[in-house]
């Protein structure tokens, strides 16, 4: 059984024994070469000195483009969610806690990863956050690149998917605020490529990826179900590895949760995985005012100002005293309501929901046009290629598919939960994946007529089994 799960009968000597001179040539190349457990860094595309300067300048170009948007917040930092508070508190050994009190209302990761730049002057704060951004960003942009090259794609197609990761108006434009979509992008990216890596090992590093991005960004956790589901079902090898693989993913993301719950279940009585923001975010997006001034006002609406704050501190009252798990509850089953309730409405603010999540511009009541034309520019092509490569086939295969199913996941839950188009930051090196798979073929014809991963095992059998009388005969030893 080869690297890939495919069963062969192999005439040769194990990989890395020595070979009689008249066959070494015959088993040379990239087919063979691939007859080993492919590592993460295994890949042609790496090892070209153009690609390589290519990747170098679009990672540049990834910096250059998020600089020019963190220069000018520099003195005047973004946080409207109040990370740095949390980072604060757990940098002076008080906890992961919001004016005084316990919380896990946030996602713990991004204020951890923050905490030890608090511990920096002011003045120096803005730069230390400027600095992680940058680096997220690059990093986000190689490793985009690395996985297309994982995938099989061409070398082009690998760079233009790093393009598009480093220029994304939505991305680029998100490392300016002190929020989790840059921190998320990069977990996302660096879990699509540990899921090329064959085996359990591949596996468990998906799922500690998930895991890790959901501490991030909860809306991410769905995708692991449906990823993990894709590798038991059309995963490489037998049905035993192919379950081996989904359980070890899961296991790992579990794991990799764990330490959270305990504490939330040490600090609030209950074992909150992700967040207590949930039944906000739900109840935010469907509740009877929100419903009258944005579904039913004027097109384009966006729900802010005093009614917004009116209905924001009518809950505060109502919940008053109340531990945040029971809040949550409360909040989850008030927008679910809606569903039961206005039926019609809700499925018209679903609808209205991805509208905002796939937008090509953002809103007009708060961008100007030249930003939103250019905006739109830009996105109205990427959603043409996203489409026309999710329709082709090799992006349904494994692991090409875990792309879409995350793409898929998180439209899923910003469908029903409250959106904006900063939402599908995360997604974006998904996106990339997927949109540079359009048109003709994608594949390195280096990678044995254009199979990737999953179909190399094959042709290696398919080679083996049929040489007899053929160009490819491998000659019997004298």
């Not at 457990?37 to 595309?45: C, R």
Request: hydrophobic share 45%; aromatic share 8%.
């Amino acid at each position: 059984m080869d690297a890939y799960g495919v069963e062969t009968e192999d005439p040769h000597p194990p990989f890395g024994l020595p070979l009689p001179p008249g066959e070494r040539r015959w088993v040379e190349g990239p087919i063979a070469s691939d007859r080993q457990g492919p590592g993460l860094m295994s890949v042609h595309g790496l090892a070209d000195s153009w690609f390589r300067r290519g990747l170098y300048a679009l990672v540049l170009v990834g910096l250059l483009a998020r600089g020019a948007v963190l220069v000018p917040a520099l003195g005047r930092l973004e946080d409207p969610d109040n990370y740095l508070p949390l980072a604060r508190a757990l940098a002076e050994g008080r906890g992961f806690l919001i004016n005084g009190r316990p919380t896990a209302y946030r996602p713990p990761l991004y204020p951890m990863v923050l905490a030890p730049l608090t511990l920096a002057s002011t003045d120096q704060l803005g730069r230390g956050v400027a600095g992680l951004h940058l680096v997220l960003g690059g990093a986000t942009v190689a490793l985009t690149a690395l996985t297309a090259r994982r995938w099989g794609l061409s070398n082009g197609r690998a760079l233009a998917a790093a393009a598009i990761v480093a220029c994304d108006p939505v991305l680029v434009v998100q490392a300016r605020a002190v929020m989790t979509e840059t921190l998320s992008a990069f977990l996302l990216a660096a879990t699509l490529a540990a899921l090329t890596v064959d085996g359990r090992l591949g596996a468990a590093l998906g799922g500690m990826g998930f895991g890790l991005a959901s501490l991030c960004r909860p809306s991410i956790l769905p995708a692991l179900i449906l990823v993990a589901g894709a590798a038991f079902v059309m995963g490489p090898g037998g049905w035993r590895r192919r379950a081996r693989s989904a359980v070890v993913m899961v296991a790992a993301a579990v794991a990799t949760m764990a330490p959270w719950a305990w504490r939330n279940a040490r600090v609030l009585g209950e074992p909150v995985w992700t967040t207590t923001h949930g039944g906000y975010t739900l109840a935010l997006a469907n509740n009877p005012v929100y419903y009258a001034e944005v579904l039913d006002g004027p097109p384009g609406a966006v729900w802010s100002g005093p009614n917004q704050r009116r209905w924001w501190d009518d809950i505060g009252r109502e919940t008053s005293g109340m531990t945040e798990p029971r809040v949550n509850r409360i909040l989850l089953a008030s927008g679910a309501r809606m569903l039961v309730e206005r039926p019609r409405d809700f499925a018209r603010a679903t609808l209205a929901r991805l509208g905002r999540f796939w937008g090509v511009a953002p809103s007009g009541a708060v961008y100007p046009a030249r930003l939103r034309l250019a905006t739109a520019l830009w996105t109205v092509p990427l959603w043409a290629a996203l489409v026309l490569g999710s329709l082709r086939r090799d992006h349904w295969t494994w692991p090409r598919i875990s792309a879409l199913l995350c793409v898929a996941a998180l439209t899923a839950v910003h469908a029903v939960f409250w959106t904006d188009m900063r939402m599908r930051a995360p997604i974006v090196p998904a996106i990339a994946l997927i949109a540079v798979g359009c048109g003709g073929a994608s594949r390195d014809p280096r990678n044995g007529d254009g199979e990737g991963p999953e179909t190399r095992g094959k042709k290696t059998r398919k080679i083996t089994e049929n040489s007899q009388g053929s160009a490819f005969q491998i000659p019997k030893r004298r």
